[in-house]
Each structure stands twice: as structure tokens, then as C-alpha cells.
């Protein structure tokens, strides 16, 4: 017997990138913390791909599952 693999809904975030790094890239909503610092939020490069746009964004698409943990939807 084979198991089905459940398809992965995928969904687009617009994020301001900040940072990459070999496994995970730091993406910023514009949300500042209680020391008014940006919060960032690190995203494993293996579950998304992003699409640099204009105005210093980009659209980011991932597994809804990923946005949800991380708290983005």
C-alpha cells in the first residue's frame, strides 16, 4: 500500500525582506517591539519561495501552515 500525499495549500505574504542566510531568511511585517526595534521573522528558505517586488517588498509563498505558526495570517 502507498501513502497519498495531502496536497499543501500555499499562500502569498508581503514581506519587507531583512536578512538571509543560508537555511532561513528574516523577513519584517513593520512591527515594532516594546524597545522599538523591528520584529523579524525568520522563515526556513526550504519551505518558501520569494519574488522581490518594488518598493523594498517582496511576495512570499509558503505553506499556509507555515503562515499560520508563525503567526502571518
Request: aromatic share 6%.
Amino acid at each position: 500500500m502507498t501513502r497519498c500525499d495531502k496536497p499543501v495549500d500555499m499562500i502569498d505574504v508581503e514581506l519587507a525582506p531583512r536578512m538571509e542566510r543560508e537555511k532561513a531568511c528574516a523577513f519584517s511585517q513593520g512591527e515594532i517591539d516594546d524597545d522599538d526595534r523591528e520584529i523579524w521573522i525568520w522563515l526556513p528558505v526550504s519551505q518558501i519561495e520569494v519574488e522581490h517586488g518594488s518598493r523594498g517588498m517582496a511576495t512570499v509563498t509558503m505553506p499556509e501552515w507555515l503562515a499560520m505558526k508563525k503567526e502571518l495570517i
